[in-house]
Nanobody, 117 residues
């Protein structure tokens, strides 16, 4: 089973950049579809970006052109490069992975991203 640990959150001014990383344990990481979700205070958790095992990507409309999801299967990591950050990007960001074997979903503990105006 894959276990996930996020890092890279922090406080940044609007217009700045952050790079989130998610380190995965387990030998089957390369087969997982990986996701970045976020949850702002008082709001539901929402999907930000997705990358399949083949490298196909999806982005929430609000982050298109600003965020880039990528994965390194040799290093068992998935990253989210966030540029041109806005205050509305403030949230806890979660890494998630779905197994193709049984569709089970794993979650990391989350990392806080705060964008000041």
């Amino acid at each position: 089973q894959v276990q996930l640990v996020e890092s890279g959150g922090g406080l940044v001014q609007a217009g700045g950049s952050l790079r989130l990383s998610c380190a995965a344990s387990g030998r089957t990481f390369s087969t997982y579809t990986m996701y970045w979700y976020r949850q702002a205070p008082g709001k539901e958790r929402e999907l930000v970006a997705r990358i399949t095992s083949s490298g196909f990507t999806y982005y929430k409309e609000a982050v298109k052109g600003r965020f880039t999801i990528s994965r390194d299967n040799a290093e068992n990591t998935v990253s989210l490069q966030m540029n041109s950050l806005k205050p509305e990007d403030t949230a806890i960001y979660y890494c998630s992975g779905q197994s193709p074997a049984d569709s089970s979903v794993r979650w990391g503990q989350g990392t806080q991203v705060t964008v000041s105006s």
